[in-house]
């Protein structure tokens, strides 16, 4: 089993997505659990509202590895991507200030490492609320 965990510090023009990607080394395969080891990256982040893509945030960095740590079975590996304040909104054709969004917009971060035959394989998404992106 893979699980998540997510921490965001928020500054008036970007945002610093802190996550950890844990799993019990006897649940996931060697091959999983090195690329794990190696990256995990926040590849997307899309901006929904009432179940609608309506755009995108813009990426600054993803998935630099922060830290690595094992207790028992469990290991733990922790990222960093960063994020500016901005939104591309697809119907306006521009970027806007996330704080100008819908507040009920919805942000899903996709979540990846490297896969086979040069296809990243999803690892799942981390879904938050735009209001916490907001300082």
Sequence with gaps: MISYYLQIDTTPHSFVLNYSVSFDQQKVTKKTASLI?????????DVIVNKKKIGDL?????????????KLNQATTKFQSIFASQC????????????????????RFKLEIPGHNSHDRV???????????IP
């Design 88 to 107: 591309y909104v697809n119907s306006k054709g521009k970027y806007v200030a996330i704080r100008s969004l819908n507040p009920n917009a919805i942000v």
């Design 123 to 133: 690892l799942g998404y981390l879904r938050v609320p735009i209001n916490s992106l």
């Design 37 to 45: 080891r190696k990256a995990a990256w926040v590849s997307e982040a």
């Design 58 to 70: 813009m990426l600054g960095s993803s998935g630099t590895k922060v830290d690595e740590y094992q």
